[in-house]
């Protein structure tokens, strides 16, 4: 076994001597260095700090590195060149494909958000309802589900709040929204409101803000 040399070149001498006789006969003798196994190596103090700062000094470097790249890959303000020139050819197939696969995310989001808007907009019309888009789309999700629910929802406090006035109008009171009076709420105010449900009720009786 070869000795154990990490860190320097080892040095080593050795001697021989050796007499012959007529016949030829001779004898030789030297001596070698003792071998070392890499645990014996490292068990001696200044192998084991020197050993133990080099591996340090490695995994410093590579976390440098890594945090360096994360952060050119993550900054906005970079160029999509810029960002691909500090990438391996592996990285940027990677990045690639979870850019592409957002892309398409989007996409089939923005699909999911129309044809849930063209069904809100179909059962309120069922209901002789009808709002412009920037309240249906307080009404619309991605889910079938929340969006008949909230839709339901609505035609319902609609309806209440016509009901309400028709009422208040036969009684000869004056309208509760959209009168500019002292109690009036103002249409931003209204679509601000970021609890859904209030947001909902307000609209509806207030419905004449949005027409």
């Known amino acids: 076994m070869n000795n154990l040399q990490l860190f320097a070149e080892g040095e080593g ?14 004898a030789g003798s030297g ?3 003792n071998e070392m196994s890499f645990d014996d190596f490292l068990g001696q103090a200044e192998n084991r700090a020197e050993f133990d700062r080099r591996v340090q000094k490695a995994v410093n470097t590579a976390v440098t590195k890594a945090q360096e790249k994360w952060q050119a890959l993550t900054d906005d303000k970079l160029s999509e060149a810029e960002k691909l020139a500090k990438m391996t050819k592996e ?11 957002k892309e398409l995310a989007d996409l089939k989001r923005q699909n999911s958000l129309s044809e849930m808007s063209k069904t809100a907009r179909k059962m ?6 009808n709002i412009p888009d920037e ?6 999700s991605e ?5 008949k ?3 339901e929802a ?12 028709v009422k208040d109008a036969l009684k000869g009171n004056a309208p509760k929204g959209g009168s500019g009076g002292k109690g009036a709420v103002t249409k931003e105010q209204i679509l601000a409101v970021s609890n859904p449900i209030e947001r909902q009720r307000l609209i509806a009786e207030n419905i004449a803000l949005f027409q």
């Open 143 to 147: 889910s079938a589900e929340d969006t």
């Open 154 to 165: 609505f035609t319902k406090m609609y309806k209440d709040a016509v009901q309400a006035a």
């Open 91 to 101: 990285e940027k197939a990677e990045y690639k494909t979870r850019k592409l696969e």
């Open 124 to 129: 309120l019309a069922d209901e002789e309802i």
């Open 31 to 33: 001596d070698s260095g």
């Open 149 to 151: 629910t909230a839709v």
């Open 13 to 26: 001498d050795g001697s021989g001597a050796g007499n012959g006789n007529e016949d030829g006969a001779g």
């Open 135 to 140: 309240i249906l789309a307080h009404l619309v």
